[in-house]
């Protein structure tokens, strides 16, 4: 019996120790979360009303951006119909802000015509300027389509490019205004800002569908960002099975003529369909930079938005004020491990020291576990609330002491010796701490299941901190006060004896049996 008792203490020890022992070799500490760490905050809202399954891959998307951009630990999770993006730590919140939010719906388009500047309707006498409704665009006619002139072959057999009549402007689309990002609708026609592909300042575009299938980002398989032969930053990519096919017919249908890639309403580049056979891959050359390759090539890598987002609140925590929460958790923790410690040893003596060492096990056990939890692919992250849930379990993790040491206490009042009460006390006591732990378990399990935002936190330190506590009064309190309680030199000793913790002196003892004879 005694063998049990000490293997199951040294066990439980050598479990709480290895898990930090762990976690430190392997260099790993809790992630912090926003308001610890400091970062950003944002909240994302939907254009318009979509179903929970488009705001989940909408999550998603975000999340393999932030994890290609090689943000740590984000956090994305929706909250009733928005997105809540919290980024601990980050050093570029604008940057990030902008990329993640990116809808990044491309499409392949062809170019149809050129377009003048738009002219808003006058406003005439006595009235205000009637704001023109959007209308799809007609397809340019005549001389002004370009998909039947833009490429022509010059007498030594090379392409040369010469822009035709088209780029002069069809003055019909004057009145069109240019397509919105919401009204980017690839079955139909859009005019679109021509960034430098074609003289003039707009382009009209076809339809991204060929023979009844969308030519969109989502054949790109994988994309890089390169520099070419001319030292120019452009986008490679790969094609999926699927999207070769579709492709080869945009090459073959638009061959020698300009396709525009758009992008969330922004054309990019607009080369011309040199071959008719695309090998799996091509490249997207336009202005790019370092940067904004690598962006356009992140953003086809982990695909578009399936909805469109609008930002509704944007909030940076300064790393300053997370460090001064953080300092101003782990004091009021210390501080209340401190007072409970000196309390239970003045008042338990040994028995205090039993819930000094009880304290300590779990504390490197948790400490390690959120720290695996944290590097792992479960991803937490300890917030303000997470430590106050540690600070509250700190009592819970008492209070079992607590019931055991006084059922302990009033077995001993009751005449019986300690070697003899402790292990019968531990299972009448034992019932009462499960029931407690249930109670505070199920709580949390709930406020974990119906919370949002930092709530969460707190119920799940919460619930991890009682199961701890149930495991840890088995196998280490209950192991290790028996053995106390069989030791003369702890029971008995003059300051510390387990006996004087549990009133339990010579004294105590004559008057219980005085009381029995009488």
């Known amino acids: 019996m005694r063998r049990k008792l000490i293997t199951s203490v040294i066990v439980t020890t050598l479990i709480c120790i290895g898990t930090l022992g762990g976690a430190l070799a392997a260099n790993w500490h809790p992630k912090l979360g926003l308001d610890l760490a400091g970062g950003l905050s944002v909240v994302f809202v939907p254009a318009h009303a979509v179903p929970q399954s488009e705001l989940q891959t909408a999550v998603n998307v975000m999340d393999n951006r932030l994890n290609g951009l090689g943000v740590a630990q984000p956090n994305v999770s929706t909250e009733g119909n928005q997105i809540v993006v919290q980024l601990p730590g980050v050093k570029n919140p604008q940057k990030v802000l ?202 086809l890598n982990y695909g578009s938005l399936p909805v469109r987002l609008v930002q509704e609140t944007a909030q940076t925590v300064s790393p300053s004020l997370g460090s001064s929460s953080l300092t101003a958790g782990l004091l009021a923790g210390i501080l209340g491990l401190l007072l409970v410690m000196i309390y239970t040893i003045i008042y338990y003596r040994a028995l205090g020291v039993v819930v000094l060492l009880g304290l300590a096990t779990t504390a490197a056990f948790i400490y390690g576990l959120v720290s695996i939890l944290g590097n792992t692919s479960f991803g937490l992250t300890l917030d303000l609330s997470g430590v106050t849930g540690l600070i509250v379990s700190i009592g819970i993790t008492v209070d079992s002491y607590v019931v055991y040491f006084e059922r302990l206490k009033d077995e001993v009042r009751a005449g019986k010796s300690i070697r003899a009460s402790v292990d019968k006390s531990f299972k009448s006591a034992y019932r009462t701490i499960l029931s407690a732990d249930a109670v505070s378990f199920l709580a949390a399990l709930i406020l974990w299941i119906l919370s949002v935002g930092a709530v969460k936190g707190f119920a799940f330190m919460l619930g991890l901190s009682t199961l701890v506590d149930v495991l840890t009064s088995y196998f280490f309190t209950r192991p290790l006060v028996i053995l106390l309680g069989s030791n003369r030199l702890f029971t008995e000793a003059r300051w510390l004896g387990v006996a004087r913790g549990l009133d339990a002196g010579r004294k105590d003892k004559q008057k219980i049996e005085s009381g029995a004879t009488s």
């Not at 002219?119 to 023109?132: Q, V």
């Not at 369909?273 to 891959?281: A, H, K, L, M, Q």
């Open 98 to 299: 902008q990329i993640i939010g990116t809808t990044a719906q491309l499409f392949f388009r062809p170019v149809l015509g050129g377009a003048p500047a738009y002219i808003p309707p006058k406003a005439t006498k006595g009235h205000k300027a009637i704001k023109a409704t959007y209308r799809e665009p007609p397809t340019p006619t005549g001389a002004y389509l370009f998909t039947s002139k833009y490429a022509v072959n010059n007498s030594s057999g090379t392409l040369t490019y010469s822009p035709p009549i088209a780029d002069s402007e069809d003055p019909i689309y004057a009145n069109y205004p240019t397509t919105s990002v919401s009204e980017d609708n690839p079955s139909q026609n859009v005019i679109l800002p021509s960034n430098g592909q074609i003289q003039a300042p707009r382009m009209v575009l076809g339809p991204a569908y060929i023979n009844g299938q969308e030519a969109d980002g989502q054949i790109i398989a994988s994309a890089t960002a390169a520099l070419n032969q001319s030292s120019q930053w452009i986008v490679q990519f790969t094609l999926t099975s699927s999207g070769g096919a579709i492709f080869n017919d945009i090459a073959k249908k638009y061959y020698r003529t300009l396709v525009a890639d758009d992008l969330d309403g922004q054309v990019i580049s607009a080369p011309i369909i040199e071959s008719t056979n695309f090998p799996g891959s091509g490249q997207i050359s336009g202005n790019f930079n370092s940067s904004t390759a690598s962006t356009l090539a992140l953003d």
